[in-house]
């Protein structure tokens, strides 16, 4: 190989790592979106900060009422069913 003939696989090796480092922290990226919380764990929660003390009962009745409206008005499927609930 002469010079010439490295520095053009040089050229191409620098924008394969550089394309490849994209796709991969588009992917990473992506790969990364966070999951909505189950349900049961979100009302665990509540149950035991209102054992600790942390919440008071109108605060618990307040959140577990907007945990229920938010059920309740879930979007629905193509088949006009609602989804189930994920975990």
Same mark, same amino acid.
């Given at each position: 190989?002469? =010079?010439?003939?490295?520095?053009?696989?040089?050229?191409?090796?620098?924008? =394969?790592?550089a394309?490849?480092?994209i796709v991969t922290a588009i992917l990473w990226a992506a790969s990364r979106r966070r999951q909505p919380l189950d349900r049961n764990l979100l009302?665990?929660?509540?149950?035991?900060?209102?054992?600790?003390?942390e919440i008071s009962q109108a605060e618990y009745d307040?959140?577990?009422g907007?945990?229920?409206?938010q059920e309740a008005h879930r979007p629905t499927? =193509?088949?006009g069913t609602?989804?189930?609930p994920q975990q």
């Open positions: 190989m002469n =010079v010439s003939t490295t520095g053009f696989w040089a050229m191409i090796l620098c924008w =394969v790592s394309i490849g480092g009302i665990k929660s509540l149950d035991r900060r209102l054992k600790t003390g307040n959140k577990l907007d945990l229920q409206h499927t =193509v088949s609602k989804p189930p």
